[in-house]
T-cell receptor, first 114, second 113 residues
Framework: GENVEQHPSTLSVQEGDSAVIKCTYS??????FPWYKQELGKRPQLIID?????GEKKDQRIAVTLNKTAKHFSLHITETQPEDSAVYFC?????????????FGPGTSLSVIP | GAVVSQHPSRVICKSGTSVKIECRSL??????MFWYRQFPKQSLMLMAT?????????EQGVEKDKFLINHASLTLSTLTVTSAHPEDSSFYIC?????????FGPGTRLTVL
């Protein structure tokens, strides 16, 4: 089955700096890679996703890159703000099948220091 | 966007009792729903896949007789934690796929005394 690794486990940045979180996956058949932000005690919120037919996607301060050959993908947050502080999870799955279970990475706790 | 609800949001029970958690897709039909468990400062771990009208599929290491799943309709899946013990205390989250992405319920905080 799919196995997703994520680094770093914790990350502290100064407000305004960039933050990068990296993930690797094992199943070459995975073709959908969402990123979730989870605040304490709340549900995960989808912040950006990428499918295997593109290498990069950007939405304002957030971008995701995908390297299918190396089976890794990264989340980039620019101009970080204190409200970006949360736990971020990457995930990988085979979208489009009848069994779209999401396997999450272990998470990255991001702290943005004002 | 699509909405998934969970009930209750928080439950405290005594050891040995059973607790039922409901997961509903409010504005879409979900033939498949997923149940996750999340311990403090850890990731979401998939427990089982709930399939409407058929048996649930459990992940390795998850006791099917302890975590009973029923998916009787296209909008409702239930998870029953039977004979709960303190080690079952956790945050339980369900999810369902809408048209193009997965939507999570708000979660249920279970505390077993």
């Amino acid at each position: 089955g799919e196995n997703v690794e994520q680094h770093p486990s914790t990350l502290s940045v100064q407000e305004g700096d960039s933050a990068v979180i990296k993930c690797t996956y094992s199943d070459s058949a995975s073709n959908y890679f969402p990123w979730y932000k989870q605040e304490l005690g709340k549900r995960p919120q989808l912040i950006i996703d990428i499918r295997s037919n593109v290498g990069e996607k950007k939405d304002q301060r957030i971008a995701v890159t995908l390297n299918k050959t190396a089976k890794h993908f990264s989340l980039h947050i620019t101009e970080t703000q204190p409200e970006d502080s949360a736990v971020y999870f990457c995930a990988a799955l085979r979208s489009g099948t009848s069994y779209d279970k999401v396997i999450f990475g272990p998470g990255t706790s991001l702290s943005v220091i004002p | 966007g699509a909405v998934v609800s969970q009930h209750p949001s928080r439950v405290i029970c005594k050891s040995g009792t059973s607790v039922k958690i409901e997961c509903r897709s409010l504005d879409f039909q979900a033939t498949t729903m997923f149940w996750y468990r999340q311990f403090p400062k850890q990731s979401l771990m998939l427990m089982a896949t709930s399939n409407e009208g058929s048996k649930a599929t459990y992940e390795q290491g998850v006791e099917k007789d302890k975590f009973l799943i029923n998916h009787a309709s296209l909008t409702l899946s239930t998870l029953t934690v039977t004979s709960a013990h303190p080690e079952d205390s956790s945050f339980y989250i369900c999810s369902a796929f809408g048209t193009d992405t997965q939507y999570f319920g708000p979660g249920t905080r279970l505390t077993v005394l």
